[in-house]
């Protein structure tokens, strides 16, 4: 085991408890649809950002930060790449949109959901448990907790105030300043920003290319699935919330 310092990144997915719920007869076109949304985000990072875990409809990352002088520049750094998590989930909620999937609730509905992301700094326990590298402390909870927040807000960045003081915050956001609650922790200095509305997804008016290709995608997942040949331990990464 290993004590680092380093940048807590949480993304989430807003809606998708309410999305499997609302249509569990198109569950498993959800599950297809929630894992491309997952992948957008995963492959818009860099280093210092590493994946460290999937969890359900989010992603924990994680950056280490090896000195206080580079601290600055690796939290811009972060800064920026979270930015570009919302472009790339925009763009590819856009593209699944505009290729007319099919009319089931689960693709008819993709738009409802958004994204929010909780940036933190603080320090974490590295350890590998078999094959999976695993990290630990409080500041992890304290980031996890920060998604219970009391911002009633579907999309925004939510950084704590050790985060901000390093990285100087978004250059073209307003921020707005507060307090949250954690139950056995107290409070927490957070900023907040709330991203503008972004112009309405576009949905394509007949089948394109894309659309055929991802209706087959769709249905040759969903009949693997049903039929048991494709292993649940490929995509155990997306449990259903309760």
């Not at 590295?126 to 999976?132: L, N, S, T």
Request: glycine share 4%.
């Amino acid at each position: 085991m290993e004590v680092k310092t380093g940048i807590i990144v949480l993304a989430d997915i807003s809606g998708y408890t309410q999305f499997l719920k609302n249509y569990q007869r198109s569950m498993l076109h959800a599950e297809l649809l929630i894992t491309e949304l997952i992948k957008a985000i995963m492959k818009s990072a860099t280093l210092p950002l590493k994946v460290n875990k999937l969890e359900g409809d989010a992603v924990l990352f994680f950056g280490t930060i090896n000195s206080e002088k580079e601290a600055k520049d690796l939290a811009i750094n972060v800064t920026n790449q979270i930015e570009n998590f919302f472009a790339k989930f925009k763009h590819e909620q856009s593209y699944l949109l505009a290729s007319k999937i099919c009319k089931c609730d689960a693709c008819t509905q993709l738009d409802q959901l958004k994204l929010k992301i909780i940036i933190h700094t603080g320090q974490v326990v590295a350890k590998k448990i078999e094959h999976f590298d695993e990290i630990a402390s409080l500041d992890v909870v304290i980031a996890h907790d920060l998604l219970k927040n009391s911002f009633n807000y579907p999309e925004y960045i939510l950084m704590t105030r050790d985060f901000y003081q390093i990285a100087g915050g978004c250059t073209d956001k307003t921020p707005e300043f507060k307090a949250e609650n954690i139950p056995d922790i107290g409070k927490i200095d957070v900023v907040y920003y709330r991203l503008a509305s972004a112009e309405p997804l576009q949905r394509a008016e007949k089948h394109t290319l894309a659309g055929y290709y991802w209706l087959v995608k769709l249905e040759l997942y969903r009949f693997l699935r049903i039929c048991h040949l494709l292993p649940d331990k490929q995509f155990n990464h997306l449990p259903a919330k309760n």
